[in-house]
């Protein structure tokens, strides 16, 4: 049996850490934390931290709880501009600094989140002036 990204990179408490951090982030972040609806962002955390562990290879819980992770069509009400995107990118790169992963695991976790984040946006800021 091969490991997976997940359990290569040290599973559960990495991607716990992982998320713990990027959201330490988002909380410190007003204009990024207002695109949460939830006072509480205890359960954001624990939904993306699923999300990513399954993405990775390891528990299959997100499909189990919420079904197919249709990441655009969930962030269709959310307003994900080019600068939303730059926060998010700013405080996730921080959390995977926070890692000591090696080279490799390093760039394919930075690739897949930068991507994720362009794909996501929906919406483009007004010009101004």
Do not use: C, I
Not at 25 to 42: Q, T
Not at 71 to 80: D, E, I, S, Y
Not at 92 to 120: F, G, P, Q
């Amino acid at each position: 049996m091969s490991n997976t990204f997940y359990d290569e990179v040290g599973g559960h408490e990495t991607f716990v850490q992982l998320v713990r951090e990027f959201y330490r982030g988002v909380a410190s972040d007003p204009p990024l934390r207002a695109l949460y609806p939830e006072e509480d962002l205890g359960p954001a955390e624990v939904r993306l931290r699923m999300f990513l562990e399954q993405y990775w290879g390891g528990p299959k819980t997100y499909s189990e709880q919420r079904g197919h992770p249709r990441l655009r069509m969930r962030h269709v009400p959310f307003a994900v501009t080019p600068d939303m995107r730059d926060r998010w990118l700013l405080h996730m790169m921080n959390a995977v600094d926070t890692l000591d992963l090696d080279e490799a695991h390093d760039a394919a976790l930075r690739d897949y989140l930068t991507r994720a984040a362009y794909m996501l946006v929906n919406r483009h800021e007004e010009p101004t002036g």
